[in-house]
């Protein structure tokens, strides 16, 4: 993996670090550090990552895997390594056929010197409490999971997950709300935030002035199809965000990271 790129985004924790040249090969130390989260967070920093194709499609087949590279792969574990807690939409979660976030020995040991939890929390989002309390994501993780639901979610459901030994938190109203997903994190205590999709939650943060930090991987593919965007919304939404770097893997996959403009 390769620095292709660099623009004027650089964090305080990146301040004395030596910026890597362009054009260097890159040590998995050296992508941690570009992608630390902000000092001294006071509410939860959202990171949204993604993969899309070059025609812009979000999935290959029904499912971002599709579109996977080594790449990719390798930056989607590092992401996961560095956050208090990764954020996904319910429908996400049975694409994917979620389990729990699986680290290695090292990775975890990373975390506990760094002050986090040695494997990050999943938190998920459904209105109507739709998870499956036998699935992956709750009998193949070494950390159950947060489901954030509304009062409109079905009570069978809902105490199913809590028997399975999921926290359920149910906000009011009929459907979950940016503000509701927020105070939730904070609650928790779970700043650095990891959105993993899918494209309606990352449309509804986006719409909201919520998503502050996009990694986008564009994998070398085109798809065609009927697959939708990474976002999607009732309405557009504008959001201008700043350039942090372009990195390019010989495969020809790039990726790169933009932070909204305060």
């Not at 930056?75 to 990764?86: K, M, N, P, S, T």
């Not at 680290?103 to 929390?121: D, H, I």
């Not at 994501?137 to 999921?166: I, K, M, N, W, Y």
């Not at 719409?207 to 991987?217: I, S």
Request: glycine residues 10%; proline residues 4%.
């Amino acid at each position: 993996m390769q620095l292709l790129d660099i623009g004027t985004y650089f964090t305080s924790e990146q301040a004395h670090l030596a910026r890597p040249a362009v054009g260097s090969e890159l040590s998995d130390d050296a992508v941690r550090a570009l992608h630390t989260y902000p000092n001294d967070l006071d509410r939860p920093w959202i990171r949204t990552n993604f993969v899309a194709s070059l025609d812009g499609s979000v999935s290959a087949d029904g499912a971002s895997a599709g579109l996977g590279t080594p790449a990719d792969a390798r930056l989607f574990g590092i992401l996961r390594e560095l956050c208090d807690a990764v954020l996904v939409g319910a429908g996400t979660v049975r694409a994917e056929n979620y389990g729990g976030v699986s680290l290695s020995t090292e990775a975890k040991a990373r975390r506990v010197a760094s002050g986090l939890a040695p494997v990050p929390t999943i938190v998920v989002v459904t209105a109507s409490g739709s998870i499956d309390a036998n699935s992956r994501l709750l009998t193949d993780t070494d950390v159950l999971p947060v489901v954030v639901t509304s009062a409109a979610a079905d009570g069978s459901q809902v105490a199913a997950l809590r028997s399975a030994g999921a926290t359920v938190i149910t906000v009011t109203g009929e459907s979950v709300s940016t503000g509701d997903i927020v105070a939730t994190l904070t609650d928790l205590g779970f700043l650095r935030i990891l959105c993993e999709g899918g494209p309606g939650l990352f449309g509804q943060l986006v719409a909201d002035g919520a998503a502050d930090d996009l990694c986008l991987t564009i994998s070398p593919m085109l798809v065609a199809g009927t697959a939708g965007r990474i976002a999607h919304s009732a309405g557009a939404s504008e959001a201008p965000m700043h350039r942090a770097h372009v990195l390019g893997d010989s495969d020809g996959t790039l990726l790169t990271r933009w932070v909204r403009q305060p």
